[in-house]
C-alpha cells in the first residue's frame, strides 16, 4: 500500500522559509520520482517540483524562481522541499506525490493527504 505523508508546513511571514518534507512507503522510493503540488483557494492546482527517479534532473515551476530546491534521502525515503522568500501567493495545501516509478507525471496516482502553508503579514 503506497503512503505519502507530508509534514512541515506552517505559518510564516513575507520573506520567511519552510522545510517540507514526504516520507514515503509502500513502492520503491528510490526509484521513483517524487512531485510537489499545491493547491490555493480559487486557483488551480499547479505544480511546484518533481525530483525524477535518478535524481539527476529535477523539474521545478517557473514561479520557484530559484527560491525552492527539492532533495532526496533515500536513505530515509525522504524527500524535502526548502522554500526560502515565501510571498503570499505561495499560500496553499502542499501535496506530496507520486506514480510508483519512474515518470514524473501531472496527474499522479497517489497523494498524500497535503500540508498547509500559510504567507501574511
Known amino acids: 500500500q503506497v503512503q505519502l505523508v507530508e509534514s512541515g508546513g506552517g505559518s510564516v511571514q513575507p520573506g520567511g522559509s519552510l522545510r517540507l518534507s514526504c516520507s514515503g512507503s509502500?513502492?520503491?522510493?528510490?526509484?521513483?520520482?517524487i512531485g510537489w503540488f499545491r493547491q490555493a483557494p480559487g486557483k488551480e492546482r499547479e505544480r511546484v517540483a518533481c525530483?525524477?527517479?535518478?535524481?539527476?534532473?529535477?523539474f521545478y515551476g517557473d514561479f520557484v524562481k530559484g527560491r525552492f530546491t527539492v532533495s532526496r534521502d533515500s536513505s530515509r525515503q525522504r524527500v524535502d522541499l526548502q522554500m526560502n522568500n515565501l510571498q503570499p501567493e505561495d499560500t496553499g495545501i502542499y501535496y506530496c506525490?507520486?506514480?510508483?516509478?519512474?515518470?514524473?507525471?501531472?496527474?499522479?496516482?497517489?497523494w498524500g493527504q497535503g500540508t498547509q502553508v500559510s504567507i501574511s503579514s
Open positions: 506525490t507520486t506514480d510508483g516509478w519512474a515518470h514524473c507525471s501531472m496527474s499522479p496516482r497517489y
Open positions: 509502500g513502492f520503491n522510493f528510490e526509484y521513483s520520482s
Open positions: 525530483i525524477f527517479n535518478n535524481d539527476a534532473h529535477i
